[in-house]
């Protein structure tokens, strides 16, 4: 149980909410997605999640190329060959242009391993909340904060992109949504950090244009130009959804009319098929969680497994099964028609109240942050509260 090292957490004041420009988190439907308390790790629990995040980072990445020369692990992957030309030019070309992601972890906590959950690897969400709210409240709170180099380490790494590549001009867009809108701009403050010209638009302002490159009309015969783009929605959605829009990424790609952050190659990260993958290649590791294709191939499926989309996001359409007999738990959302993987369950750190606790890392491209969240659920999803993370004294 964790509630020994729960305190209580202040609320925002409405002042730094608002000129945050964050009243998202804090208002309406939200009004209650922030914790009310505060959950303190000790040293070497953010130490062990620091480490273990780098290390996993190295596995996935590893075992992505190996998916990549195997055509049976893209198929076990529902990886269509009409993607995979992209796919491999862009790990070729632009492996080194990865940006953030999030790791999702079990335990951590009271004793439990900490052991990988998924790989938000593309478009990942708490950026705001872990590089301005958490600050903020633990500041406030006057408890000892964790390490934080989140909105450094992404200037860090785009001014890195600056220099080595140049046309430092991007666009960041996305699809509408306000929580990707904060979430984007997080990333946009940063690369004009950096020193980049970035603009923020929505995706039908954008022209795709196979010779001219990537654009913006300003007014009659004023257009201007992009180098970059900074997208919040996945890749997997482009390939599903916009067929015609992966084509024109593609070919602008190869023509080096335009570079996309997070790169192509993000897709095979993204895919918790993957995850069957880094646990065949890497049998027994400690914060690997045995997952397979089947829940008749786990250790011990009678200790019951989570089925989860390849694709899936917020929690959608998870089911549980405590004793690998029935469902106890099952979420509803926009991938059941999604390919699945099984894993074996794992253990959450927990409070009097049944509320679970999961941590998450950041990776930019190194571990910079650690945050948390909660919910009285069997199933984290979208309702989740975000619980501020402090440093036990």
Avoid at 252 to 268: D, G
């Amino acid at each position: 149980m964790v509630d020994d090292r729960l305190i209580e957490a202040p609320a925002p004041k409405e002042r730094f909410v608002r000129k945050a420009g964050l009243e998202y988190y804090t208002t309406g439907e939200n009004h209650d997605y922030l914790s009310d308390e505060i959950l303190l790790l000790t040293a070497r629990e953010e130490a062990d999640a620091l480490r273990t995040a780098d290390d996993l980072f190295a596995i996935l990445r590893k075992t992505a190329r190996r998916c990549l020369d195997s055509p049976e692990r893209l198929r076990a992957m529902h990886i269509p060959d009409r993607a995979l030309p992209l796919l491999k030019w862009s790990a070729q070309e632009e492996w080194g242009d990865y940006l953030f992601g999030r790791f999702d972890f079990a335990g951590g906590m009271d004793g439990l391993p900490l052991q990988l959950l998924e790989f938000n690897a593309d478009t990942c969400s708490l950026l705001p909340e872990t590089t301005v709210l958490q600050p903020e409240l633990i500041r406030r709170s006057r408890a000892r904060p964790l390490t934080n180099r989140l909105a450094d380490s992404l200037t860090d790494h785009l001014k890195q992109l600056k220099k080595a590549r140049g046309r430092a001009t991007g666009v960041a867009t996305h699809l509408g949504h306000d929580d990707d809108h904060l979430n984007l701009d997080v990333i946009s403050k940063a690369a004009r950090k950096a020193g980049w010209d970035v603009d923020d638009t929505d995706l039908p302002s954008l022209i795709f244009d196979e010779e001219n490159g990537l654009l913006r009309e300003l007014g009659e015969d004023n257009y201007k130009r992009y180098y970059y783009i900074f997208k919040f929605f996945p890749w997997d959605w482009i390939l599903q959804e916009e067929p015609r829009l992966w084509e024109l990424l593609e070919k602008m790609s190869k023509l080096h009319l335009v570079r996309v952050i997070n790169p192509a190659w993000t897709m095979l990260l993204q895919n918790k098929a993957l995850m069957v993958f880094a646990w065949q290649d890497n049998p027994g590791h400690p914060a690997l969680l045995p997952t397979a294709f089947d829940p008749a191939d786990l250790p011990d499926p009678l200790a019951g497994y989570v089925r989860k989309p390849i694709y899936g996001r917020m929690g959608e359409n998870v089911m549980i099964s405590l004793n690998g007999r029935g469902k106890d738990a099952e979420s509803r959302g926009d991938y059941a028609d999604s390919p699945t993987v099984y894993q074996q369950l794992a253990g959450f750190g927990m409070d009097d109240e049944d509320y679970r606790y999961q941590l998450s890392t950041f990776q930019s491209p190194k571990t910079s942050a650690v945050c948390c969240r909660r919910q009285d659920d069997l199933i984290l999803g979208d309702d989740a509260e975000f619980v501020p993370l402090g440093l036990l004294k």
